[in-house]
């Protein structure tokens, strides 16, 4: 039959058999270009994935060891006295207890500089020593204070010792002082838990992520405790419950068209509603969290009605079979099955708040804050904004602080991403 077709074939056009075998081998061709270019796309993805990750640990690791001198200070009775506790000359105490250790240094003017080498904060160091402890007064103690900002650098390699005095931030007699303490083992390179326990500081070697830290606390237990119970209520009324009609069909447009708006409007929002109306305080996390909450309904809101959608409809079905109500049949067995999904939806969506910049900005939340809130009605920053304040600050010891704190809000991304895939799977049932 094959070959009665080929030879009743009109003369110069291919046979049957030879037009499926062209067909073929070009929808192969095709397959294999479109792997081809699915490949060469996850590559590319992946490479600037890896691109943006190591440019940040590149500059963010350094933020993580802080370099440190240990000295011997004299707690002179005549410059720190008992009753005039917290008062007291701590700074020159430090300065006396560097020079002692240095050696060779007489003069204001080179005491000045030597004094250089220690972050200001190391006098609130020795003050807080000898307050806790008076009897310190008039003895010898062993300090360790972080240096200053720039001989963290120079410690770390980011000045070149090379480059001419006068376009250094520091001068060959500072380099010599530091050499002479680190040949000396006075110079330590311990990791930077003050990254964790420290507030912001107009110092880099002084500021950290506490306050922070604490603010997104916040601000992400407010948004949670709004959005998630209003988002799964509106979601289970609006796919169950409600009469379907032009009303549901308007209101499910204008979820959809909420979840793609801006974060920035948002946050205008926010600031006109909860600030300008309501009159609640500026830069507190109450304000931050009811922000971030309306942004985050429309996204639980369609997860949970495409995990209710997504339950066979022979589950409700065998409940009203056997008796059930419509509500014993939604909260009793769709509910149940539809969790997951309801759970992987609410935590993306609580996900994207965390990173989110502009809303939080409108309300106020970029204040220099020097504590970390204790209530949701105090000033605070969350990783976000500080991110913000550190990407601003023109110190060059922000930039790889700047890099952590990325790497830190990275890093609770992750974590928040596989704790929705472990409770996916936890409340995850078969049918």
């Keep these: 039959m094959a070959e009665t077709l080929e030879i009743s074939g009109l003369p110069g056009r291919p046979s049957t058999m030879e037009t499926i075998r062209g067909s073929l081998a070009a929808r192969r061709r095709r397959e294999t270009g479109l792997k081809a270019a699915g490949l060469v796309a996850l590559g590319f993805a992946f490479t600037m994935l890896g691109l943006v990750f190591l440019s940040l640990i590149g500059t963010g690791y350094q933020a993580f060891t802080q370099t440190h001198v240990t000295l011997d200070v004299y707690v002179d009775p005549d410059m720190i006295s008992e009753d005039r506790l917290p008062r007291g000359d701590f700074d020159d105490a430090v300065e006396a207890g560097l ?3 240095v050696g060779g240094v007489e003069s204001k003017t080179e005491r000045r500089a030597l004094a250089k080498l220690l972050s200001d904060g190391a006098q609130f160091a020795l003050r807080d020593m000898v307050v806790a402890d008076p009897g310190l007064i008039g003895q010898r103690v062993t300090l360790t204070v972080p240096t200053s900002d720039s001989f963290d650098q120079l410690n770390k390699g980011l000045i070149d010792r090379a480059t001419p005095e006068e376009n250094r931030r520091v001068t060959d007699a500072q380099i010599a002082w530091f050499d002479a303490l680190d040949e000396a083992g006075a110079i330590s390179a311990p990791f930077n838990r003050w990254l964790f326990t420290n507030n912001d500081s107009r110092f880099p070697e002084q500021a950290g992520l506490r306050g922070a830290l604490t603010g997104t606390f916040w601000v992400l237990l407010i948004c949670f405790a709004i959005s998630f119970p209003l988002g799964i209520g509106a979601a289970i009324y609006l796919e169950e419950f409600a009469p379907k009609g032009r009303m549901s069909d308007l209101i499910e447009v204008n979820i959809n068209n909420l979840a793609a708006v ?33 942004m985050t309904l429309p996204t639980i809101i369609i997860a949970t009605r495409a995990a209710l959608k997504a339950v066979p409809p022979s589950i409700r079905e065998a409940a009203l079979g056997v008796g059930a109500s419509n509500q014993q049949a939604v909260f009793g067995h769709i509910l149940p099955l539809a969790m997951p999904g309801i759970m992987t939806g609410t935590i993306i969506g609580m996900a994207q708040a965390i990173g989110e910049t502009a809303p939080l900005l409108l309300v106020g939340m970029n204040a220099f804050v020097t504590s970390a809130a204790a209530s949701p009605f105090e000033s605070a920053t969350t990783l976000p904004t500080q991110i913000y304040i550190w990407a601003d600050s023109p110190e060059r010891g ?20 596989l704790l929705a895939i472990i409770l996916r799977r936890r409340f995850e049932r078969q049918w």
């Design 262 to 294: 801006p974060s920035v409007v948002f946050g205008l929002l926010g600031l006109a509603m909860f600030i300008g109306w309501f009159g609640m305080p500026r830069s507190a996390p109450i304000v931050g969290g009811l922000t971030l909450s309306l």
């Design 99 to 101: 020079a002692e250790r």
């Design 398 to 417: 922000f930039v790889s602080r700047t890099s952590a704190a990325i790497l830190v809000l990275l890093g609770f991304l992750v974590v928040m991403n």
